[in-house]
Nanobody, 121 residues
Framework: QVQLVESGGGLVQAGGSLRLSCAAS????????MGWFRQAPGKEREFVAT????????YYADSVKGRFTFSRDNAKNTVYLQMDSLKPEDTAVYYC??????????????WGQGTQVTVSS
């Protein structure tokens, strides 16, 4: 069992930056690939990024590639999503998830409660 708690969301102007954190409980954190997904009002949940168990590999949605950086610290049971050059279209609730290396949400077994990111124009 893994419990995930996101933090770091907030309100930022376009062009600004935020860093999201996701802290995991449990001793098996390093055995899971991790993902970030987001859901804007009235839209489906969409893939943002995924990171391998060791952190050596990452994969990003085209919409965030070059602007977002996904990293993890297995010693701290925490993953981070550094978001730079934010755009109003990045506004959404952001969720971290633990599971397999995938862009598909159903592959992930555990989900956090989400953190709101709002980017003003």
């Amino acid at each position: 069992q893994v419990q995930l708690v996101e933090s770091g969301g907030g309100l930022v102007q376009a062009g600004g930056s935020l860093r999201l954190s996701c802290a995991a409980s449990g001793r098996t954190f390093s055995t899971y690939a991790m993902g970030w997904f987001r859901q804007a009002p009235g839209k489906e949940r969409e893939f943002v990024a995924t990171i391998s168990r060791s952190g050596s590999s990452t994969y990003y949605a085209d919409s965030v590639k070059g602007r977002f950086t996904f990293s993890r610290d297995n010693a701290k049971n925490t993953v981070y999503l550094q978001m730079d050059s934010l755009k109003p279209e990045d506004t959404a609730v952001y969720y971290c998830a633990a599971g397999g290396w995938s862009t598909l949400s159903y592959v992930y077994d555990y989900w956090g409660q989400g953190t709101q990111v709002t980017v003003s124009s």
